[in-house]
């Protein structure tokens, strides 16, 4: 079933418990969905991009979860397009890797703990189902937001235009919950503390 945008993420907000909040001046509607002290963030960017003298706005189904961590250790996975195969020849970070079906683009600073992590067969094979993919830990609010202060990261997913089916905002959702398990059964990061209060609508 398809749904409006505000529609689809106050029904995932309703089927996991979680919370609503309306969109508000520049700021998207949000779905916040606790998950073992985290806090699972499903909303909209919008982005203008000039094409000449035409400025075209492109918008991006965003899903973040911060966290803190003393340890550095970041990935990066994408689809592969002609200019990350050319990119990938000439950043050392860029490793190669036969865990997935499809060809991705995968960058680390360690490929030991990214492969602790996506040796796991049910991370891989949810990855293999998504027909594009971004996803990363990066040092930066929302992906394309400031920095965050040190110690502080965000696992990340963004896909262009509007997702409009929730079995794949559930899909990302249960691939969030395996990666969180994972970096935290190695103590990669930390787990918060209970109670934690949900964060306010934040830029998008």
Excluded: C
């Excluded at 049910?122 to 027909?131: A, G, V």
């Excluded at 249960?174 to 209970?194: E, G, H, N, S, W």
Aim: proline share 2%.
């Amino acid at each position: 079933m398809k749904y409006s945008n505000f529609e689809i993420l106050k029904e995932l907000s309703k089927k996991f418990n979680g919370e609503y909040i309306e969109r508000e001046y520049f700021h998207s509607a949000k779905a916040i969905i606790p998950y073992q002290n985290f806090n699972i963030v499903f909303d909209n960017y919008t982005k203008l991009v000039t094409s000449g003298r035409i400025n075209i706005e492109q918008k991006y189904t965003r899903i973040t979860v911060e966290f803190s961590s003393n340890d550095n250790f970041y990935f990066e996975i994408n689809s592969k397009d002609i200019l990350g195969r050319i990119l990938s020849f000439f950043n050392k970070n860029y490793i190669n890797t036969n865990l997935f079906e499809k060809k991705l683009l995968v960058q680390t600073n360690s490929s030991n703990k990214f492969q602790s992590i996506f040796s796991e067969e049910n991370i891989r094979n949810r990855i293999n189902n998504f027909d594009v993919i971004n996803l990363q830990i990066s040092t930066y609010k929302g992906i394309w937001g400031e920095k965050l202060p040190n110690g502080q990261y965000e696992l990340s997913y963004f896909t262009e235009n509007l997702i409009d089916e929730i079995d794949d905002l559930i899909s990302v959702y249960i691939l969030f919950k395996m990666i969180l398990d994972k970096l935290t059964d190695f103590k990669y990061i930390q787990k918060p503390a209970a109670n934690k209060v949900f964060p306010k609508a934040g830029q998008g």
